[in-house]
């Protein structure tokens, strides 16, 4: 019993059903290891982390100027900046607002960095339900492809402070 | 007086009972008399923390449940702050306490090692945790569990923190002390009970993990106090989560060894192979120590190769280790069951299970709750690629409150139906309420992480006041939270339910010293079944084979499930 002193000669390989549930686990757990090798190969949605160390007076330095040159309209006095196909867009998060709203292009791939000024941000993108960790002083590069149309909401999901609620981006996909 | 230095004697067979010791009206065992007192203190002090976190969590759900949503931002935050540090950090860790003095003592004959070093423990305990809560109360330290730099709280919310971790540190060396002198002294002859040995193994990652937080709150402390320069949030994050995150690897441990303890306790079950069971543990120990990793999934700054190999760290091993204890636990119940020969069918032994104890019952909704919820859905959501499409939504809550909740702190409520009447010795009142408690905390729970994972799943971020105004969740999402809060409402009750009665019963419950303590109902042997009849029958759980098998079958459904879903959205690299 598990209270008590076990047998002197506790020492037993496993055997029977016991021996075949190990057996079953292990090959269960060794195909959940090589799905993500498998996937970061083969797969198309992954995360590599790839990042830079930025000032976060740098990285709005940056921002402005992405924003500024490549500026298309506006929108409740937010800038709506469509960077070229294939290049880079800038995005910060900050208490309480993303900056800029950014136009894409479906089928088109951008190298998008996200960074936050003050506080850890989180991007989530919904309705797709994509979500990436965004930090002050690190430059976060995803390499995204739109594959579907219409008005996206960025939601801030790491808590801000008080008006972390109210952080609400757009990305708008042509 | 210390304990210290009184000698224990060696064990002949049939032991004289060692000073300050008594030997248990129950049980025959023998209770150590020091330890029984800070059994006491420390469970007291968990039920106490266990009701301020639940008055929380309702004020919560009511709030998130966008119907109803109660309570004003600036204390939605504060509160949600109180509800993680007093269930997360403080009830568990105050009963950890107890468990690992109870597990060190009585089944190994011992003495505890050093009243003093108790006090010292209690007192550093209970004043960080008292400090923290006040502290936040003051509306001083709205940063969340995680306390996530660059937001600061008041110095006084990291003090705490650090005392109430090395407090805790403290308790597990009177831990490690007590069986070392208890080894040394033979006060047991050969291996440890493997109950023991399971608190052994959390108390080895409890000390790993108690170090990282000492390693991060300490500059956070002096950072906030002005003496030191910030630290990296990155460098933060990792450092922190092998606290937050290990932490309940301690908790995983613990519950493992409280399933196997009242396993026994309501059906006489013993371990069907004890190498297996104490290799599992051992898994745990050795595999498990890069889980912070599960929460760094989409950072910056950690590549794949990192992700990958840390997730899945020596191929999932800590995985097999609850699998292993997923099947040799209730394998072990359907022998004993078998033995006393309910041997009808895969389940006849199920259906003549001690239903009506609520240490039995709370167990069973433990461990299924744990593993078919907690499990599948944590292993799932801490694989690299999939996080993408969880992280930070409530589908990360509703997998930790099946773990934490519906595991860990069902697991340690079902024991508390044992401690009271053993430690405390006095007798249950409302006996009939206490035979549904299991079932409604159990069931609300369910209910709770079901509507969090359901929510989660259609985007709604996880610590967050009031998702209306993102303008795009619609009557599905609604429908989860709603599920959700009605779920709290029910879990809440069976937690009130539960203070209720610990409560009631240290103070007005018939005393039951000189005499067994009233049976909630254990298994019954039927006539002509002998025990160990099954000893060397390596096949006769067939019941349990069938349920591993549709675990399996679940866990691979929801896994390929996600993938595909993953699949479903952006490329991203």
């Known amino acids: 019993m598990s209270l008590a002193l076990p047998d002197r000669d506790w020492y037993k390989a496993p055997a029977g059903a016991d021996k075949l549930w190990i057996g079953l686990a292990l090959l269960w757990c060794f195909v959940m290891s090589v799905m993500m090798p498998f996937w970061h190969f083969r797969g198309k949605q992954n995360s590599r982390g790839e990042a830079y160390a930025v000032k976060p007076v740098a990285f709005l330095e940056r921002t402005e100027k992405f924003a500024a040159a490549n500026k298309v309209g506006e929108r409740g006095g937010i ?10 867009a800038y995005l910060i998060g900050r208490m309480w607002s993303w900056y800029p709203i950014l136009k894409l292009r ?69 | ?63 998130r449940w966008q119907a109803v949503h109660l309570l004003p931002v600036d204390w939605f935050y504060r509160i949600l702050t109180f509800h993680g540090l007093n269930m997360l950090i403080f009830w568990i860790l105050f009963f950890e306490v107890a468990v690992l003095y109870f597990t060190c003592t009585t089944p190994l004959k011992a003495q505890l090692f050093s009243r003093k070093i108790a006090w010292v423990s209690f007192a550093m305990m209970l004043s960080g945790a008292v ?58 002859e050969g291996s440890m009970p493997l109950v023991t040995f399971g608190a052994t193994a959390a108390a080895i ?15 956070t402390f002096t950072y906030s106090m002005g003496w030191t320069p910030q630290p990296d949030p990155m460098w933060y994050r990792m450092i922190w989560w092998g606290l937050g995150h290990q932490s309940q690897q301690v908790n995983v441990c613990a519950m493992v060894a409280i399933w196997y303890l009242i396993a026994h306790l309501a059906t006489g079950a013993k371990p069907v192979n004890e190498t297996v069971c ?76 001690p239903w009506r104890n609520p240490a039995f019952a709370g167990f069973v909704l433990s461990l299924l709750i744990f593993g078919f919820i907690g499990g599948i859905t944590g292993v799932t959501l801490g694989t690299q690629q999939i996080n993408i499409i969880a992280h930070n939504t409530l589908r990360i809550t509703g997998h930790f409150h099946a773990t934490v909740v519906g595991g860990t702190s069902l697991a340690f409520m079902a024991l508390t139906y044992y401690v009271i009447p053993l430690i405390f010795r006095r007798d249950f009142i409302w006996r009939g309420a ?67 009665l610990c409560v009631g019963t240290i103070l007005f419950g018939e005393k039951n010293a000189g005499r067994p303590m009233a049976d909630w109902g254990t298994a019954r042997a039927l006539v002509g079944s002998r025990a160990g009849s099954l000893a060397e029958d390596h096949w006769a759980m067939k019941g349990t084979v069938a349920l591993t098998a549709v675990f399996l079958a679940c866990f691979a459904v929801y896994y390929f499930a996600n993938w595909k879903a993953l699949a479903d959205v952006w490329p991203v690299r």
């Not at chain 1, 800038?79 to 880079?88: F, L, Q, R, S, Y």
């Not at chain 1, 930090?135 to 008005?151: A, F, I, N, W």
Request: net charge neutral; hydrophobic share 50%.
């Open chain 2, 434 to 500: 206490a035979r549904l408690q299991p079932w409604l905390f159990g069931g609300g729970i369910l209910l709770v992480s079901l509507g969090m994972s359901f929510a989660g799943s259609l985007g709604v971020p996880r610590r967050h006041y009031d998702i209306e105004s993102a303008g795009i969740y619609g009557p599905a999402t609604h429908l989860f939270l709603g599920v959700m809060g009605v779920g709290a409402i029910i879990a809440v009750v069976g937690l009130l339910l539960f203070a209720v």
């Open chain 2, 1 to 63: 007086m210390s304990t210290a230095t009184s000698p224990v004697p060696a064990a002949p067979v049939r032991p004289a009972l060692p000073a300050g010791s008594r030997r248990c009206d129950t049980t025959g065992l023998t209770v150590c008399l020091t330890a029984e007192k800070f059994i006491k203190l420390n469970a007291v002090c968990a039920v106490v923390f266990l009701l301020l976190g639940g008055i929380a969590a309702i004020l919560l759900a009511l709030t």
């Open chain 1, 79 to 88: 800038p709506i900046a469509e960077p070229a196909p294939g290049g880079d």
């Open chain 2, 278 to 353: 104490r290799g599992a543990f051992v898994l745990y120990v050795l595999f498990i120590n890069l889980a912070s990793a599960h929460h760094l999934l989409v950072d910056p700054g950690v590549g794949s190769a990192w992700k990958i190999w840390n997730t899945s760290y020596a191929m999932y091993l800590a995985v097999l280790a609850s699998m292993i204890h997923g099947f040799t636990v209730p394998a072990s119940v359907e022998v004993a069951m078998r033995e006393k020969g309910h041997v009808k069918g895969l389940f006849g032994w199920v259906m003549s299970a």
């Open chain 2, 205 to 219: 990652i409890a000390v790993v993990t108690l170090l990282h937080g000492a390693i991060v709150m300490i500059p």
């Open chain 1, 106 to 174: 479906q089928g088109e791939t951008y190298r998008l960095h996200l960074s936050a000024l003050d506080l850890q941000h989180g991007f989530s993108l919904q309705p797709l339900n994509m979500n990436f960790q965004v930090l002050p002083g690190y430059d976060h590069v995803l390499t995204l492809t739109p594959t579907s149309k219409g008005e996206f909401t960025i939601v801030c999901n790491e808590f801000c402070g008080i008006g972390h609620d109210k952080m609400i981006g757009k990305i708008l996909v042509e």
């Open chain 2, 131 to 188: 400090m923290v809560n006040a502290i936040i109360i003051q509306g001083k330290a709205d940063v969340l569990l995680t306390s996530y730099l660059p937001l600061l709280a008041h110095p006084a919310f990291y003090l705490g923190i650090i005392l109430v971790a090395v407090g805790t540190l403290v308790g597990v060396f009177n831990f490690f002390a007590t069986l070392y002198v208890a080894k040394r002294d033979r006060t047991y």
